[in-house]
Protein backbone atom coordinates (compact mmCIF):
# COMPACT_ATOMS: atom_id res chain seq x y z
CA UNK A 1 0.00 0.00 0.00
CA UNK A 2 2.61 2.30 0.85
CA UNK A 3 4.98 1.99 -2.37
CA UNK A 4 1.45 2.20 -4.63
CA UNK A 5 1.34 5.46 -2.54
CA UNK A 6 4.66 6.89 -3.43
CA UNK A 7 4.65 5.81 -7.32
CA UNK A 8 1.55 8.08 -7.11
CA UNK A 9 3.20 11.01 -5.66
CA UNK A 10 6.23 10.33 -8.22
CA UNK A 11 3.56 10.56 -11.19
CA UNK A 12 0.97 13.16 -10.15
CA UNK A 13 3.78 15.69 -8.15
CA UNK A 14 2.33 15.00 -4.22
CA UNK A 15 5.66 17.09 -3.21
CA UNK A 16 4.94 20.06 -5.66
CA UNK A 17 5.16 22.40 -2.06
CA UNK A 18 8.62 21.88 -2.13
CA UNK A 19 11.24 24.28 -3.31
CA UNK A 20 12.30 24.19 -7.20
CA UNK A 21 15.81 23.85 -8.12
CA UNK A 22 17.35 26.49 -9.76
CA UNK A 23 15.38 28.97 -7.77
CA UNK A 24 16.76 32.26 -6.93
CA UNK A 25 17.26 33.06 -3.05
CA UNK A 26 17.69 35.92 -0.93
CA UNK A 27 21.76 36.42 -0.77
CA UNK A 28 24.25 38.46 0.96
CA UNK A 29 25.38 41.81 -1.71
CA UNK A 30 21.62 41.47 -3.02
CA UNK A 31 19.53 44.56 -3.39
CA UNK A 32 16.06 45.47 -4.04
CA UNK A 33 12.40 45.70 -2.41
CA UNK A 34 10.69 43.37 0.33
CA UNK A 35 7.10 42.94 -0.29
CA UNK A 36 4.81 41.65 1.82
CA UNK A 37 1.50 40.53 0.99
CA UNK A 38 -1.31 37.95 2.04
CA UNK A 39 -1.50 34.89 1.39
CA UNK A 40 -0.94 35.08 -2.39
CA UNK A 41 2.65 35.63 -3.22
CA UNK A 42 2.16 34.74 -7.34
CA UNK A 43 -0.43 37.20 -7.50
CA UNK A 44 1.74 39.74 -4.81
CA UNK A 45 4.79 39.01 -7.24
CA UNK A 46 2.90 40.02 -10.23
CA UNK A 47 1.54 43.43 -8.82
CA UNK A 48 4.82 44.02 -7.94
CA UNK A 49 6.28 43.78 -11.16
CA UNK A 50 3.48 46.16 -12.14
CA UNK A 51 3.94 48.49 -9.95
CA UNK A 52 7.73 48.76 -9.91
CA UNK A 53 7.73 49.09 -13.67
CA UNK A 54 5.18 51.62 -14.27
CA UNK A 55 7.11 54.04 -11.88
CA UNK A 56 10.40 53.07 -12.80
CA UNK A 57 9.86 53.68 -16.44
CA UNK A 58 8.40 57.30 -15.17
CA UNK A 59 11.50 58.07 -13.95
CA UNK A 60 14.16 56.47 -15.26
CA UNK A 61 12.39 55.73 -19.09
CA UNK A 62 11.45 52.75 -20.55
CA UNK A 63 13.90 49.63 -20.69
CA UNK A 64 16.20 50.00 -24.01
CA UNK A 65 16.09 46.58 -25.47
CA UNK A 66 19.76 45.10 -26.12
CA UNK A 67 21.44 46.15 -29.42
CA UNK A 68 21.03 42.74 -31.56
CA UNK A 69 22.94 43.62 -34.65
CA UNK A 70 22.61 44.81 -38.07
CA UNK A 71 19.28 42.65 -39.79
CA UNK A 72 20.18 39.31 -41.79
CA UNK A 73 20.15 39.20 -45.72
CA UNK A 74 19.04 36.49 -47.26
CA UNK A 75 21.52 36.01 -49.56
CA UNK A 76 24.48 36.06 -46.91
CA UNK A 77 23.49 33.26 -44.93
CA UNK A 78 20.92 30.83 -45.81
CA UNK A 79 17.66 29.89 -43.72
CA UNK A 80 19.42 27.28 -40.88
CA UNK A 81 21.41 30.35 -39.75
CA UNK A 82 18.78 33.02 -39.96
CA UNK A 83 16.63 30.78 -37.92
CA UNK A 84 19.45 30.79 -35.14
CA UNK A 85 20.05 34.14 -35.15
CA UNK A 86 16.55 35.27 -34.53
CA UNK A 87 16.46 32.75 -31.29
CA UNK A 88 19.36 34.17 -29.96
CA UNK A 89 18.14 37.97 -30.32
CA UNK A 90 14.83 36.60 -28.55
CA UNK A 91 17.04 35.11 -25.75
CA UNK A 92 18.77 38.35 -25.31
CA UNK A 93 15.73 40.37 -25.42
CA UNK A 94 14.31 38.62 -22.68
CA UNK A 95 17.62 38.97 -20.59
CA UNK A 96 17.49 42.70 -21.22
CA UNK A 97 13.38 42.74 -19.69
CA UNK A 98 14.50 40.44 -16.82
CA UNK A 99 17.40 42.46 -16.01
CA UNK A 100 15.75 45.52 -14.24
CA UNK A 101 13.46 43.54 -12.04
CA UNK A 102 13.49 39.81 -11.45
CA UNK A 103 12.08 38.31 -8.29
CA UNK A 104 13.34 35.67 -5.55
CA UNK A 105 12.55 33.50 -2.87
CA UNK A 106 13.03 35.36 0.93
CA UNK A 107 12.63 32.55 2.83
CA UNK A 108 9.97 33.70 4.59
CA UNK A 109 6.08 33.03 3.91
CA UNK A 110 4.10 36.07 2.57
CA UNK A 111 7.38 37.84 1.81
CA UNK A 112 8.60 38.43 -1.85
CA UNK A 113 12.20 40.01 -3.12
CA UNK A 114 12.81 41.84 -5.80
CA UNK A 115 16.04 42.06 -7.35
CA UNK A 116 16.60 45.95 -8.68
CA UNK A 117 19.45 46.64 -11.16
CA UNK A 118 20.54 50.20 -12.20
CA UNK A 119 17.76 51.47 -9.85
CA UNK A 120 17.84 53.16 -6.77
CA UNK A 121 15.08 51.01 -4.67
CA UNK A 122 14.75 53.82 -1.96
CA UNK A 123 13.98 56.27 -4.61
CA UNK A 124 11.50 54.29 -6.30
CA UNK A 125 9.70 53.06 -3.40
CA UNK A 126 9.35 56.51 -2.08
CA UNK A 127 8.41 57.85 -5.64
CA UNK A 128 5.55 55.36 -5.60
CA UNK A 129 4.61 55.87 -2.14
CA UNK A 130 4.46 59.91 -2.44
CA UNK A 131 2.03 59.29 -5.99
CA UNK A 132 0.00 57.47 -3.40
CA UNK A 133 -0.06 59.46 -0.68
CA UNK A 134 -1.23 62.78 -3.12
CA UNK A 135 -3.54 61.01 -5.73
CA UNK A 136 -4.69 58.40 -3.14
CA UNK A 137 -5.47 55.58 -5.44
CA UNK A 138 -5.50 51.57 -4.75
CA UNK A 139 -3.25 50.41 -7.55
CA UNK A 140 -2.32 46.74 -5.29
CA UNK A 141 -4.91 44.12 -3.92
CA UNK A 142 -2.67 41.96 -2.03
CA UNK A 143 0.59 43.87 -1.56
CA UNK A 144 0.58 45.45 1.72
CA UNK A 145 4.12 47.21 2.32
CA UNK A 146 7.12 47.64 0.40
CA UNK A 147 10.41 48.31 1.76
CA UNK A 148 13.50 49.22 -0.24
CA UNK A 149 16.53 47.24 0.29
CA UNK A 150 19.91 49.13 0.25
CA UNK A 151 22.30 46.55 1.39
CA UNK A 152 22.16 43.01 2.95
CA UNK A 153 25.02 41.70 5.14
CA UNK A 154 25.12 38.40 7.19
CA UNK A 155 22.64 38.53 10.20
CA UNK A 156 25.34 37.75 13.17
CA UNK A 157 26.12 40.61 15.08
CA UNK A 158 29.55 41.13 14.34
CA UNK A 159 29.24 40.86 10.39
CA UNK A 160 26.39 43.44 11.11
CA UNK A 161 28.39 45.75 13.24
CA UNK A 162 30.93 45.25 10.34
CA UNK A 163 28.75 46.22 7.96
CA UNK A 164 26.44 49.01 9.20
CA UNK A 165 29.40 50.91 10.70
CA UNK A 166 30.17 52.03 7.06
CA UNK A 167 26.35 51.97 5.52
CA UNK A 168 25.55 54.53 8.18
CA UNK A 169 27.81 56.71 7.47
CA UNK A 170 26.15 58.21 4.21
CA UNK A 171 23.11 59.80 6.38
CA UNK A 172 24.82 59.93 9.89
CA UNK A 173 28.39 60.76 9.82
CA UNK A 174 29.30 64.36 11.29
CA UNK A 175 28.72 67.03 9.73
CA UNK A 176 25.32 64.93 8.65
CA UNK A 177 22.99 64.63 11.64
CA UNK A 178 18.88 63.52 11.74
CA UNK A 179 16.77 62.31 14.19
CA UNK A 180 15.97 58.60 13.75
CA UNK A 181 14.11 55.75 14.94
CA UNK A 182 15.11 51.94 14.41
CA UNK A 183 12.73 49.55 13.81
CA UNK A 184 13.87 45.38 13.74
CA UNK A 185 12.06 42.92 12.54
CA UNK A 186 13.61 38.93 12.51
CA UNK A 187 11.52 36.12 10.52
CA UNK A 188 13.20 32.47 10.85
CA UNK A 189 15.67 33.45 13.19
CA UNK A 190 16.16 33.06 16.49
CA UNK A 191 19.34 33.92 16.94
CA UNK A 192 18.97 37.75 17.04
CA UNK A 193 17.71 39.62 20.22
CA UNK A 194 16.19 42.82 19.42
CA UNK A 195 17.05 45.07 22.27
CA UNK A 196 20.41 43.66 21.61
CA UNK A 197 20.10 44.89 18.44
CA UNK A 198 18.64 47.77 18.66
CA UNK A 199 20.70 48.92 21.23
CA UNK A 200 23.96 47.89 19.01
CA UNK A 201 22.77 50.31 16.07
CA UNK A 202 22.11 52.90 18.10
CA UNK A 203 25.61 52.83 19.94
CA UNK A 204 26.75 53.24 16.05
CA UNK A 205 24.75 55.96 14.84
CA UNK A 206 26.02 57.50 18.39
CA UNK A 207 29.40 57.05 17.77
CA UNK A 208 29.24 58.52 14.31
CA UNK A 209 27.81 61.83 15.29
CA UNK A 210 26.47 62.20 19.31
CA UNK A 211 23.84 64.74 18.05
CA UNK A 212 21.92 62.19 16.01
CA UNK A 213 18.74 62.33 18.63
CA UNK A 214 15.95 59.12 18.87
CA UNK A 215 12.65 60.92 18.04
CA UNK A 216 10.08 58.33 17.76
CA UNK A 217 7.20 60.61 16.89
CA UNK A 218 7.97 62.37 14.14
CA UNK A 219 11.90 61.21 13.08
CA UNK A 220 13.72 62.30 9.61
CA UNK A 221 14.69 59.39 9.17
CA UNK A 222 13.66 55.58 10.08
CA UNK A 223 16.64 52.88 10.08
CA UNK A 224 15.11 49.70 8.70
CA UNK A 225 16.77 46.18 9.78
CA UNK A 226 14.67 43.50 8.46
CA UNK A 227 16.04 39.79 8.99
CA UNK A 228 15.55 36.52 7.71
CA UNK A 229 17.08 33.77 8.40
CA UNK A 230 20.73 34.67 8.12
CA UNK A 231 20.18 37.66 5.77
CA UNK A 232 19.61 40.74 7.34
CA UNK A 233 18.38 43.38 4.82
CA UNK A 234 19.11 47.10 5.98
CA UNK A 235 17.62 50.34 4.03
CA UNK A 236 17.43 54.00 5.66
CA UNK A 237 13.99 55.78 4.85
CA UNK A 238 12.32 58.88 4.76
CA UNK A 239 9.01 59.56 6.06
CA UNK A 240 8.14 56.33 7.19
CA UNK A 241 5.38 57.51 9.40
CA UNK A 242 3.79 60.07 6.74
CA UNK A 243 3.43 56.89 4.74
CA UNK A 244 2.17 54.76 7.19
CA UNK A 245 5.18 52.28 7.58
CA UNK A 246 5.43 52.09 4.14
CA UNK A 247 2.36 50.52 3.84
CA UNK A 248 0.37 50.85 0.01
CA UNK A 249 -3.05 50.23 1.75
CA UNK A 250 -2.71 52.27 4.41
CA UNK A 251 -1.29 55.06 2.60
CA UNK A 252 -4.69 55.04 -0.20
CA UNK A 253 -6.98 54.99 2.85
CA UNK A 254 -5.53 57.58 4.56
CA UNK A 255 -8.56 60.60 2.56
CA UNK A 256 -10.89 58.56 5.06
CA UNK A 257 -9.84 60.66 8.02
CA UNK A 258 -11.25 63.88 6.55
CA UNK A 259 -14.50 62.48 5.55
CA UNK A 260 -15.86 64.53 8.25
CA UNK A 261 -15.62 67.62 6.35
CA UNK A 262 -19.01 68.09 4.85
CA UNK A 263 -20.22 67.67 8.46
CA UNK A 264 -18.30 70.11 9.76
CA UNK A 265 -19.34 72.29 7.02
CA UNK A 266 -23.13 71.23 7.82
CA UNK A 267 -22.68 72.48 11.52
CA UNK A 268 -21.10 75.94 9.76
CA UNK A 269 -24.29 76.33 7.88
CA UNK A 270 -26.23 76.76 11.14
CA UNK A 271 -24.24 80.59 11.44
CA UNK A 272 -27.51 82.41 10.67
CA UNK A 273 -29.75 80.83 12.80
CA UNK A 274 -27.27 81.04 15.52
CA UNK A 275 -27.53 85.03 15.04
CA UNK A 276 -31.17 84.78 14.84
CA UNK A 277 -31.08 83.73 18.25
CA UNK A 278 -28.71 86.19 19.61
CA UNK A 279 -31.69 87.82 20.42
CA UNK A 280 -32.48 86.00 23.04
CA UNK A 281 -30.28 86.10 26.34
CA UNK A 282 -31.20 83.05 28.28
CA UNK A 283 -31.24 80.78 24.87
CA UNK A 284 -27.99 82.07 23.45
CA UNK A 285 -26.48 81.48 26.99
CA UNK A 286 -27.89 77.96 26.72
CA UNK A 287 -26.44 77.50 23.43
CA UNK A 288 -23.17 78.75 24.28
CA UNK A 289 -22.86 75.92 27.02
CA UNK A 290 -24.15 73.96 24.80
CA UNK A 291 -21.43 74.61 22.79
CA UNK A 292 -18.83 73.94 25.25
CA UNK A 293 -19.99 70.94 25.70
CA UNK A 294 -19.84 70.01 22.09
CA UNK A 295 -16.42 71.41 21.73
CA UNK A 296 -15.37 69.38 24.86
CA UNK A 297 -16.29 66.69 23.55
CA UNK A 298 -14.52 67.12 19.90
CA UNK A 299 -11.39 67.74 22.10
CA UNK A 300 -11.80 64.29 23.89
CA UNK A 301 -12.46 62.82 20.40
CA UNK A 302 -9.43 63.97 19.26
CA UNK A 303 -7.41 62.91 21.79
CA UNK A 304 -8.61 59.52 21.82
CA UNK A 305 -8.06 59.10 17.95
CA UNK A 306 -4.07 60.38 18.82
CA UNK A 307 -3.94 58.02 21.32
CA UNK A 308 -4.77 54.95 19.19
CA UNK A 309 -2.50 56.16 16.37
CA UNK A 310 0.09 56.05 18.75
CA UNK A 311 -0.71 53.04 20.45
CA UNK A 312 -0.34 51.28 17.18
CA UNK A 313 2.64 52.41 16.85
CA UNK A 314 3.77 49.86 19.02
CA UNK A 315 7.27 51.86 20.39
CA UNK A 316 8.72 51.10 23.58
CA UNK A 317 11.52 52.93 25.10
CA UNK A 318 13.91 51.69 28.27
CA UNK A 319 17.33 51.49 29.69
CA UNK A 320 17.60 54.76 28.69
CA UNK A 321 17.63 53.83 25.05
CA UNK A 322 14.43 54.60 23.05
CA UNK A 323 13.54 51.46 20.53
CA UNK A 324 11.28 51.42 18.30
CA UNK A 325 9.65 48.23 16.39
CA UNK A 326 8.24 47.37 13.27
CA UNK A 327 4.58 46.17 13.14
Not at 44 to 68: I, M, N, R, V
Not at 99 to 116: D, K, L, Y
Not at 277 to 300: D, H, I, L, R, V
Request: glycine letters at 6%; one cysteine or more; proline letters at 3%.
Amino acid sequence: MSETRKRSRRRFGGHAHKKQRGARELEVGAQGVLVTCNMNERKCTSEAFSLLSEYADALYGPEQPADTGDSLSEDEEDAEAALKKEVSQIQSSMKTRQQRFSAAQSGANNVVFIHTHGVDPERLVHHILSDLHQTKKRKSRVILRMLPVSGTCRAFPEDMEKFLSVFLERWFRAPQRATYQICFKARNSSHNKREEVISAVAGLVGKLNPLNKVDLTNPELSIIIEIIKTVCCVSVLKDYMLFRKYNLQEVAKESTNQSTGPQEAANQSTGPQEAANQSTGPQEAANQSTGKQEAANQTQEHGEGEKAETESCNFTAGNGTKEAELE
